[in-house]
């Protein structure tokens, strides 16, 4: 055999050791890519599940975020301080506590605040770029403006009764709201000063307010809540620290 025929030999002999490995180098990207893919699906489902829970929004946006979580934690019957930093005797009349305490309800944040894409591509990019407004609190933290029923249901298009009169949360009307206070001494659903939004008595993150005592001196002040005028005088104090 001459020298040329051994060289092409042994050329075709490596080329075909070689060729299995190649396959089987070919044939471990496809686990590679599941892997990275498996891996991808697991972290984003991990990832959304958490973006429902308080937890996140403290964590992600703490600034303006860390006195609302307390909020939801505390525990109604117990002391416990609102998202401006006041404390209180009982938690029982901030509506976060109360709903989280439930046992018969899961509600968490996002139960309440359920944000539209576009809403959440806004905040985002207002989280990002340090595009938001923050009020200063007597405790020394930072919290969003509070907002009335109109704008936290505007971006979904639905009436401010909405936010809670809904399938998911008070499946009920005003109808049946009157009926269910009417045993009440003074019937606080009863429309008769024209209609009051569910907001301007009901708070989420302090303590919610006897509006009808703005009028009436005798009007009884549920355990955790507080007068009309007191809310006027945390209002109007709030208010001159951010001036």
């Known amino acids: 055999m001459s020298e040329e025929e051994k060289t092409a030999e042994v050329a ?9 490995a190649g396959k089987k180098a070919r044939k471990k990207w496809p686990i590679v890519v599941g892997v990275v893919v498996a891996v991808l699906v697991v972290a984003g489902a991990g990832f959304w599940v958490w973006h ?29 301080t609102d998202k401006w930093g006041n404390e209180l005797e009982t938690a029982s009349g901030m509506l976060a ?4 305490a439930d046992e018969s ?4 944040c996002m139960g309440c605040h359920v944000p539209t894409l576009s809403e959440q591509i806004g905040e985002g990019i207002s989280w990002v770029t340090g595009n938001y407004e923050v009020m200063a609190t007597q405790a020394g933290m930072h919290v969003v403006p509070e907002k009335s029923l109109e704008d936290l249901v505007a971006a979904r298009g639905i009436e401010p ?3 809670c009169l809904n399938e998911g949360c ?7 709201l009157i009926k269910a206070t009417e045993g009440m001494a003074r019937n606080p659903h009863v429309p008769q000063h024209g209609e009051v939004a569910c907001g301007d008595c009901h708070k989420a993150h302090r303590a919610s307010v ?33 001036k």
Not at 97 to 100: G, L, P, T, W
Not at 105 to 108: K, L, Q, V
Not at 171 to 176: F, I, L, P, W
């Open 170 to 176: 008070h499946n009920m009307t005003r109808d049946d």
């Open 210 to 242: 006897n509006y009808c005592s703005s009028c009436h001196n005798d009007a009884e002040i549920p355990e955790g809540w507080i007068s009309a005028a007191d809310d006027k005088k945390l209002v109007k104090e709030l208010e001159s620290m951010n």
């Open 105 to 108: 309800s899961d509600i968490t």
């Open 161 to 163: 009764d909405q936010f």
């Open 52 to 80: 429902e829970q308080p937890s996140f929004c403290n964590a992600i946006c703490h600034t303006p975020m860390d006195p609302y979580l307390p909020t939801y934690e505390a525990t109604p019957g117990e002391p416990a």
């Open 97 to 100: 506590a109360v709903h989280r």
């Open 12 to 20: 075709a002999v490596e080329e075909t050791e070689a060729a299995p």
